[in-house]
């Protein structure tokens, strides 16, 4: 059974379009969150939301946009995609709240953004 | 906020031999210190973790040790064999609501 899946896994897309990708965590988590993993690797967190609350949003463009239907669910809403936007994107998710009782994040598998 | 440097940025090691990865935090609240590993093209996982109750946590070839008064931890892997060769990643979290990654390791293990 798939943990923390991401759909897609591969996004090519033009700049100024908008795209979508979606998360969905089956482990009963309270708490998830999205990275931007740039190409020198480093792991930037960008939203994070507990049962569907945002609890984290770091300096991140507001064209990029979290929605959370429930708790098992976290999509990241891109508007008017740039070259900069280019990067793996990872969903994840955890036991707890980060402030109170940070636990192992489980990762879901990535999708790779690359904007033209 | 929490801040983490990891160092260093590249190891390189031959099969057999030991390998340290260090990281230092700033904010003294943190209190849960995982470690993981991400090979190419794959997701990060955790290897080892380690909370500030503990000053030493072993698991076979791999090891975390936590200084809390120095705030710093490593990670030391015995023995290396190329499956090992990923980018390691610390972070330090529970002392605030953002969990602080560093910056990365890669590990490369020549047979």
């Excluded at chain 1, 100024?16 to 998360?23: A, E, P, V």
């Excluded at chain 1, 280019?86 to 790779?112: D, I, K, M, W």
């Amino acid at each position: 059974d798939t943990a923390v899946s991401q759909t897609p896994k591969y996004l090519v897309t033009q700049m100024g379009n908008d795209k979508s990708i979606k998360c969905e965590q089956n482990l009963g988590h309270d708490t998830m969150y999205w990275y931007k993993q740039d190409s020198k690797k480093f792991l930037k967190i960008m939203f994070s939301y507990n049962n569907k609350e945002l609890i984290i949003n770091e300096t991140v463009p507001n064209r990029f946009s979290p929605k959370s239907p429930d708790k098992a669910h976290l999509n990241l809403h891109i508007n008017s995609l740039e070259l900069g936007d280019s990067a793996v994107y990872f969903c994840a998710s955890s036991q707890g709240l980060p402030g109170l009782s940070y636990n192992e994040q489980f990762f879901g598998p990535g999708t790779r953004l690359t904007v033209l | 906020g929490e801040n983490v440097e990891q160092h260093p940025s590249t190891l390189s090691v031959q099969e057999g031999d030991s390998a340290v990865i260090k990281c230092t935090y700033s904010d003294s609240a943190s209190n849960y210190f995982p470690w993981y590993k991400q090979e190419l093209g794959k997701r990060p996982q955790l290897i080892i973790d380690i909370r500030s109750n503990v000053g030493e946590k072993k698991d076979q070839r791999i090891a975390v040790t936590l200084n809390k008064t120095a705030k710093h931890f490593s990670l030391h892997i015995t023995e290396t064999q190329p499956e090992d060769s990923a980018v390691y990643f610390c972070a330090a979290g529970g002392g605030s609501y953002i969990p602080t990654f560093g910056r990365g390791t890669s590990l490369i293990v020549h047979p």
